[in-house]
């Protein structure tokens, strides 16, 4: 079932509360206290596309939900990336986030993405102003297709898709006072990075970049 509503606080936090069923999907037209990774706050004003579905645990969800948005959007958007472990990329700047939530026997994908609305925030992007125009049903339902699709691929298939949008591979990365350069994602999804001579897996639950 497909859920809209005007204004919700969280579509995450209502789904897991008032969910049935795998599959089950809110739409909101914008959120008051929207949710972004490490408990930072997702900025979701009027013209952005904010959605939440319930899912089956997977341990490289964000990456299929990535490689499905890309699917959708990379025949209008150019300049289109992945940026590990869950933000989308457009000319460089911020276009928008997937957030996953385990839940124990389900999982709960968050997904914003600016379409018309302006975030305030450093190095964001629209849609809008890139001069792009997708009508929100359409991306809606090709966004389910595509996920349904692309979660019977194996953990080698989803990996390989998206290291061919990653934005990271062979750049230098910053976190924690350390750098590395990034060499690959592993199968576990974790950031495969040479740093002094040695290979490093970064976690995303652990390591925040700094920059990149």
Not at 57 to 74: A, C, D, R, T
Not at 85 to 109: A, M, T
Not at 146 to 156: H, Q, V, Y
Request: glycine share 8%.
């Amino acid at each position: 079932m497909i859920h809209i509503v005007d204004n919700i606080s969280s579509t995450n936090d209502w789904l897991a509360k008032y969910y049935s069923e795998v599959d089950d999907t809110i739409i909101a037209i914008k959120q008051s206290k929207g949710k972004g990774r490490r408990g930072n706050t997702w900025e979701s004003q009027i013209g952005g596309f904010y959605l939440s579905t319930v899912s089956s645990n997977h341990k490289l969800l964000p990456f299929i939900v990535g490689i499905s948005i890309m699917n959708v959007l990379e025949k209008d958007c150019k300049g289109l990336n992945l940026k590990w472990p869950n933000d989308i990329i457009l000319q460089g700047k911020k276009l928008g986030g997937i957030l996953c939530e385990d839940f124990g026997d389900f999982s709960i994908i968050g997904i914003g993405i600016n379409f018309e609305n302006k975030p305030d925030i450093d190095n964001s992007t629209n849609l809008i102003s890139n001069n792009i125009s997708i009508d929100k049903s359409f991306f809606l339902a090709s966004f389910l297709y595509n996920f349904d699709m692309k979660s019977s691929l194996t953990s080698e298939e989803i990996i390989e898709n998206f290291i061919e949008y990653d934005c990271l591979i062979d750049k230098e990365v910053f976190w924690e006072g350390s750098s590395g350069i990034v060499k690959s994602i592993a199968l576990d999804g974790s950031l495969v990075v040479e740093s002094n001579d040695k290979e490093l897996n970064l976690y995303s639950e652990e390591v925040h970049l700094e920059r990149y």
